[in-house]
């Protein structure tokens, strides 16, 4: 989730960029103070969350926090505001706190954390320097590395040879522990596969070149979370770069077009239900 943006497309969209998260940071802070009831929290869910106990609804210090950054900082987050809105206004629809994992560690990560106060908001990132290097300016973000068992250069192959291990397969596929199914990951810490996830942002890890692990492991396991959910409710899954060709493979394969209900610019949002169709033999 590290800047990418081309040099000459960056002066362009910093300001408009900027101008764009402060007044969505600083709506955030308005809404929250407005109402007893917020609209900016998920469906009560099971798994691990973090809400306050208390009743003060002043900006966390995490949105403060947020506000101050991006007023202050040159550096923009990798999705364009069209892109942000649609998780933001999902996380704005509802009522109380969310479980929100996203795949990726950088620039956006206090405007996600912001954006879910009172929830539980955590970061999965494949670069164990880049998190050292996020956490220093913002202690206050929980984040995990991950480690990665695939490379970009078996994409292909990992999409259609897949069904032919039982523990890859719709109705069986597992996560933790699953070291047969090479697109499960399956090394992630326990408060993962602990927590159902109401959102799931998947804007990592790199999938730019031969050796990168690529998104596909990011993008099955995402689709195992999501159907093997026990609580009430649909999963959204925002996967980000979609204009790449490994990136829409596997979204197609594994979150499913029936499943999407909204896109912009390079980012695709699904809302999953859970299913427990042991007959099932694909995902979509």
Not at 17 to 27: E, R, S
Not at 74 to 96: A, G, M, W
Not at 192 to 211: H, N
Request: a positive charge; proline letters at 6%; one cysteine or more.
């Amino acid at each position: 989730m590290k800047n990418r943006y081309p040099l000459q497309q960056r002066k362009l969209f910093i300001g408009l960029a900027t101008i764009g998260l402060i007044g969505a940071a600083l709506f955030i802070a308005t809404a929250i103070t407005a109402s007893d009831t917020s609209s900016l929290h998920c469906p009560i869910s099971t798994g691990i969350q973090t809400r306050s106990n208390d009743n003060n609804n002043n900006p966390t210090p995490i949105q403060l926090q947020s506000i101050l950054h991006y007023a202050t900082s040159r550096v923009v987050p990798q999705q364009s505001v069209s892109e942000i809105k649609i998780s933001f206004d999902v996380l704005k629809s509802y009522n109380h706190p969310c479980n929100f994992l996203v795949f990726g560690l950088g620039h956006d990560s206090l405007m996600w954390a912001s954006f879910n106060p009172g929830g539980y908001t955590l970061f999965l990132e494949e670069d164990p320097r880049w998190v050292q290097t996020v956490l220093k300016d913002a202690p206050g973000l929980r984040a995990h590395t991950v480690r990665y068992r695939t490379q970009l250069r078996e994409a292909h192959k990992l999409i259609t040879t897949y069904r032919s291990e039982p523990t890859c397969s719709p109705s069986k596929a597992f996560l933790r522990g699953n070291k047969a199914c090479k697109l499960a990951l399956e090394n992630l810490p326990d408060e993962v596969y602990d927590t159902e996830w109401d959102l799931i942002m998947l804007d990592a890890p790199k999938g730019y070149y031969a050796e990168a692990p690529g998104r596909m492991a990011a993008v099955f396991s995402a689709a195992v979370m999501a159907r093997n959910r026990k609580g009430s409710g649909v999963t959204h899954v925002f996967l980000h770069d979609v204009d790449r060709r490994v990136e829409k493979a596997y979204a197609e394969e594994f979150l499913c077009k029936k499943n999407m209900v909204k896109g912009a610019g390079r980012l695709w949002h699904f809302m999953i239900p859970p299913s427990n169709n042991t007959d099932d033999t694909r995902f979509c």
